[in-house]
């Protein structure tokens, strides 16, 4: 069974860092590009960024270009996304997620989801 | 940047036929998948490359894509199709991923 358990998520304040991981399982983690996906509190899905499996591609939203840095390490199956200088707009609840292909890329396995409160 | 659009807001009586729209410039020319979000649960694929269902989900969801307009059509929609509908693609020419503003699909 896949499973995706995010973890890192809590209050921080505008300006400070935070670190997210996804401990993945259940699969090759290794044979599959990973992203991470926000939804802000009442809004909709947001792509942030992803990466290839083996890290040497990755791609980001505009709105978080030089803050944040998505990596992996196939060796502990693990996902991590270094937040820097947050804002109050990055408060959401941020998915780890398993992307897939078949002509295009979609998500098809989704973690539970980790809450990041940018406020001071 | 490329943008989706979608209803806010979508009704139907149980029984019926549901129909979700996502609107993007020549959107027929990339590939569309759907996503179904309950209150407070992830997200989960209902739809893939335009018209394909993931195993698990039911017939009664179907899709299709062509010129600038995606589809989402639930058939005989029962109370548990009640959820957000998102639909997503995939800009080539970025490589960024792009979410429609969701559409909140209500049985009644």
């Known amino acids: 069974e896949v499973q995706l358990v995010e973890s890192g998520g809590g209050l921080v304040q505008p300006g400070g860092s935070l670190r997210l991981s996804c401990a993945a399982s259940g699969f090759t983690f290794s044979t599959y590009w990973m992203c991470w996906v926000r939804q802000a509190p009442g809004k909709g899905l947001e792509w942030v960024a992803n990466i290839k499996q083996d890290g040497s591609e990755k791609y980001y939203v505009d709105s978080v270009k030089g803050r944040f840095t998505i990596s992996r390490d196939n060796a502990k199956n693990s996902l991590y996304l270094q937040m820097n200088s947050l804002r109050a707009e990055d408060t959401a609840v941020y998915y780890c997620?398993?992307?897939?292909?078949?002509?295009?890329?979609?998500?098809?396995?989704w973690g539970q989801g980790t809450l990041v409160t940018v406020s001071s | 940047s490329y943008e989706l659009t979608q209803p806010p807001s979508v009704s139907v009586s149980p029984g019926q036929t549901a129909s979700i729209t996502c609107s993007g410039d020549?959107?027929?020319?990339?590939?569309a998948c759907w996503y179904q979000q309950k209150p407070g649960q992830s997200p989960v694929l209902v739809i893939y490359?335009?018209?394909k269902r993931p195993s698990g989900i039911p017939e009664r969801f179907s899709g299709s894509n062509s010129g600038n307009t995606a589809t989402l059509t639930i058939s005989g929609t029962q109370a548990m199709d009640e959820a957000d509908y998102y639909c997503q693609a995939w800009d080539s020419s970025t490589g960024d991923w792009v979410f429609g503003g969701g559409t909140k699909l209500t049985v009644l």
């Open positions: 020549k959107l027929g020319n990339k590939y």
């Open positions: 490359q335009d018209t």
């Open positions: 997620a398993r992307q897939e292909w078949s002509l295009h890329p979609y998500v098809d396995y």
